[in-house]
């Protein structure tokens, strides 16, 4: 029997458990005390894990959708100094916002590249 289902046991098998009220007071074993103390410590270390994980999870989104943003930025300031659009900055950082969050545009953006593979895949050295 588990630490967990002995505790269980042990409390469903104190008279008049499931009636007494929140604040009445009952008496456990050390073993049972320290197991507790040892499960809470646990979801403790778990919690704060969790929050880790968060953080990380929170920067490497914000690292990734900069980098995103640059790389959109450049090519469409490139596309302007060269002529082939005509775009305030204001426009360019509309553009670059609405489009990280666009699924579309990553769905055309994937379809450009397997285009771009098909036709420049032997001359980039890619088989297939």
């Known amino acids: ?10 409390i469903n098998s104190l008279s008049g458990f ?20 040892e499960q809470a410590e646990k979801a403790d270390a778990l919690d704060h894990e969790k ?22 930025k450049h090519e469409l300031s490139w596309a302007c100094e060269e002529g082939f659009l005509d775009l305030s900055d204001d426009d360019i950082e509309k553009i670059v916002f609405f489009a990280e969050d666009d699924i579309n545009f990553h769905l055309e953006f994937i379809d450009f590249v397997k285009d771009y593979l098909e036709w420049n895949g032997d001359d980039i050295g890619l088989d297939g």
């Open 51 to 72: 929050l880790q994980l968060k953080t990380e999870m929170r920067s490497l989104l914000k690292n990734s959708r900069r980098v995103f943003q640059l790389f959109m």
């Open 18 to 37: 499931e009636d007494a009220p929140n604040d009445a007071l009952y008496y456990l074993s050390k073993e049972h005390i320290n197991w507790l103390i």
């Open 1 to 10: 029997m588990s630490k967990l289902q002995e505790i269980k046991h042990h």
